[in-house]
């Protein structure tokens, strides 16, 4: 199947500052991914959808500010943790489909963000 | 609009026994349906899908049914093993300009030797 990779898996930093987090889509075009966040024993949460060549979507009450999402390419789409906080701390999952030959969507690895 | 509901665990199994995780789902229009499977420390994997009414996705040992006139998805597996213990997801996207899925609670199973 498709494959999507995520990077890093894990980071740690300090409050204040801001995180980059990358999502790509090694062997398929992906128009359009999607950033989910999941809190402990929690289910994912989809934070907003990433559009290649534009603005990205936001679902209500995702700081737009606080999360910038860029999706310059059609293999990859970057999340920005801006000004991190500990209640950011968190697991951050991207998706995205292969348009091409399904209707599934392939997940990365996760990244799992400590703001200490 | 769009859900799946999902019992929630946690499950504790022993190892061979019967598995069944209840899903059903509320959608407008005509919805895609996944189990994706979360190990510990790990990111989601898809488990079997199914597109279409009657359709059954199997994998693994794992199967699901896609029933429409009760709108579930239930995940069934004869035997377990130790190493499916791990959290499991119901899911649905419907075919629309953003494919969005849409995640179930998540039941968490811990199958014991």
């Known amino acids: 199947g498709a494959v999507v990779s995520q990077h890093p898996s894990r980071v740690i930093c300090k409050s204040g500052t801001s995180v980059k987090i990358e999502c790509r889509s090694l062997d398929f075009q992906a128009t359009t991914m999607f950033w989910y966040r999941q809190f402990p024993k929690q289910s994912l949460m989809l934070m907003a959808t990433s559009n290649e060549g534009s603005k990205a979507t936001y679902e209500q009450g995702v700081e737009k500010d606080k999360f910038l999402i860029n999706h310059a390419s059609l293999t990859l789409s970057t999340l920005t943790v801006t000004s991190a906080h500990p209640e950011d701390s968190s697991f951050y999952i991207c998706s995205a489909r292969d348009q091409a030959t399904g209707v599934e969507a392939f997940f990365g690895q996760g990244t799992r963000l400590t703001v200490v | 609009g769009n859900s799946v509901t999902q019992m929630e665990g946690p499950v504790t199994l022993s190892e061979e026994a019967f598995l069944t995780i209840n899903c059903t789902y509320t959608a407008t229009g005509y919805p895609s349906l996944f189990w994706y499977v979360q190990y510990p420390g790990e990111g989601l994997q898809l488990l079997l899908k199914a597109t279409k009414a009657d359709d059954k996705g199997s994998n693994k040992g794992f199967e699901a049914t896609y029933r429409k006139e009760t709108t579930s998805f239930h995940l069934e597996k004869g035997s377990v093993q130790v190493s499916d213990s791990a959290v499991y997801f119901c899911?649905?996207?419907?075919?629309?300009?953003?494919?969005?899925?849409?995640f179930g609670p998540g039941t968490s199973l811990s199958v014991i030797p």
């Open positions: 899911a649905l996207s419907v075919r629309t300009s953003y494919d969005k899925v849409i």
